[in-house]
């Protein structure tokens, strides 16, 4: 059994520079946030511009199936890049998918939360798929090639890249926003690391409505 919650980032004696790092991640974060909201304009309705963010995929899921950007038809999506060795963001935005899609009820059948792993050396199908369990069985675990993966964060405009190893351990540095997607795959908004459960929970109402 893993266990998620004794994983630690890589000690590199340098708190200073792990604050950095930390402090630069949000700003990084903040930015994206700030320029999805302005393509987007609006959450409640298709914008120009769409086109720009999301796009066609294909990768392995960790129940061994090919998923694309098509896989599931009538539902709204959400995307979030992470992976298993994180030792807070991950952990702590998969828990609120997983509350998000509890508040929603009914409605919840009408999204499909997608978990992106951005560390596809160590994340095999098998850590995948008893990770995601951890959190909810509802949430569908991608594990895409090398390749695969810069063509998704190209395509979805998400940011991703691996620290120095250090011992044979290292971290990786990613996106932290939850995209959101209508059924018909145009990019509806995002959703905020912290953001009030209330706040997101009434964009998830607004999307699955739509």
Not at 18 to 42: D, E, H, N, T, Y
Not at 116 to 144: C, N, Q, S
């Amino acid at each position: 059994m893993l266990d998620f919650g004794a994983r630690q980032y890589r000690s590199d004696g340098n708190v200073k520079v792990k604050m950095f790092r930390v402090v630069a991640l949000g700003l990084c974060a903040a930015l994206i946030s700030m320029m999805l909201f302005v393509w987007s304009q609006s959450e409640d309705k298709p914008v120009a511009g769409v086109a720009d963010i999301g796009g066609e995929f294909s990768m392995m899921s960790a129940q061994g199936e090919t998923i694309t950007d098509q896989s599931f038809p009538g539902k709204a999506k959400m995307y979030f890049l992470g992976f298993t060795h994180c030792p807070d963001v991950c952990p702590t935005t998969l828990s609120d998918i997983s509350n998000w899609l509890k508040q929603l009820g009914a409605d919840a059948d009408k999204l499909q939360p997608i978990f992106v792993t951005a560390d596809p050396e160590r994340d095999t199908t098998e850590i995948l798929k008893e990770y995601v369990g951890y959190f909810d069985a509802r949430i569908a675990a991608l594990r895409p090639t090398k390749e695969e993966l810069d063509q998704f964060a190209k395509n979805f405009k998400v940011y991703y890249k691996k620290g120095p190893v250090d011992n044979g351990s290292y971290s990786v540095d990613h996106t932290a926003l939850v995209l959101l997607f209508r059924e018909d795959n145009s990019f509806f908004g995002t959703i905020d690391f912290h953001e009030e459960r209330d706040i997101a929970v009434a964009k998830l109402r607004r999307l699955v409505a739509n």
